[in-house]
């Protein structure tokens, strides 16, 4: 398995409170995404990055923040969580931006109650 | 027996037949293909990929063809066993040259003993 750790692996908070994941990787690759996953909806990106402090927004980025402040750790923020952002969480990596599969951890089921 | 992704259609296979899943991509200007596997509680994890200058690739049991002409791709495996059982999901790189991937919806295969 790619060394990828999500931190929680569950959690459970209230609606408008802060809430931050962590994905943790010890493969030194370059790129690091965080998708969300609803039924019927698939792996959707929320954003990603392409360094150290280099991010860009993906498909459903409102309401999340990131920060990547070293190679081997990308952080999500929830700055006010919301019922709608109750999903199950993953992070993914890869060496390059192509003909590279993404990699995934196994999730943060995060639940806003 | 066969089945098309994006709406999470269920493929129900015996123990030991083969078992093909398919998935209709959306952009012509896809040129990397990747098939996943994600069970219950875990993380998609890669199983196959390909690049559009092939049309058949061959890894561990598993097969994937390429029809660049239809945008069509399919995952054979053969002699299928239990522990096959998951949700099977396509992915295409798009126009993207950061990386980005577009999934599918998936295709869900039961394995019956």
């Known amino acids: 398995d790619a060394g990828i750790t999500q931190s929680p692996r569950h959690k459970v908070t209230e609606t408008g409170t802060p809430v931050t994941l962590r994905c943790h990787q010890t493969e030194n690759h370059r790129y690091m995404y965080w998708y969300r996953q609803d039924p019927g909806h698939g792996l959707r990106l929320i954003h990603y990055?392409?360094?150290?402090?280099?991010?860009d927004k993906g498909e459903v980025s409102d309401g999340y923040s990131v920060s990547r402040s070293k190679t081997e750790d990308f952080l999500l923020t929830l700055e006010s969580a919301t019922s709608s952002q109750t999903s199950v969480y993953f992070c993914?990596?890869?060496?390059?931006?192509?003909?590279?599969?993404?990699?995934f951890g196994d999730g943060t089921r995060l639940s806003i109650l | 027996g066969e089945s098309v992704g994006l709406h999470l259609p269920t493929l129900s296979v015996q123990e030991g037949d083969n078992s093909i899943i398919n998935c209709a991509y959306s952009n012509s200007a896809s040129d990397y293909f990747i098939w996943y596997k994600q069970e219950s509680g875990k993380g998609p994890q890669f199983i196959i990929d390909?690049?559009?200058?092939?049309d058949k690739r061959q890894g561990q049991r598993v097969t994937v063809l390429l029809n660049k002409t239809v945008k069509h791709l399919s995952l054979q495996i053969a002699a299928t066993q239990p522990g096959d059982s998951a949700v099977y999901f396509c992915?295409?790189?798009?126009?993207?040259?950061?990386?980005?991937?577009?999934f599918g919806q998936g295709t869900t295969l039961q394995v019956k003993p």
């Open positions: 390909i690049r559009s200058n092939m």
């Open positions: 993914a990596i890869s060496g390059t931006a192509t003909n590279q599969p993404q990699h």
């Open positions: 992915a295409e790189n798009g126009s993207s040259n950061t990386g980005k991937l577009i």
């Open positions: 990055s392409y360094g150290v402090k280099d991010t």
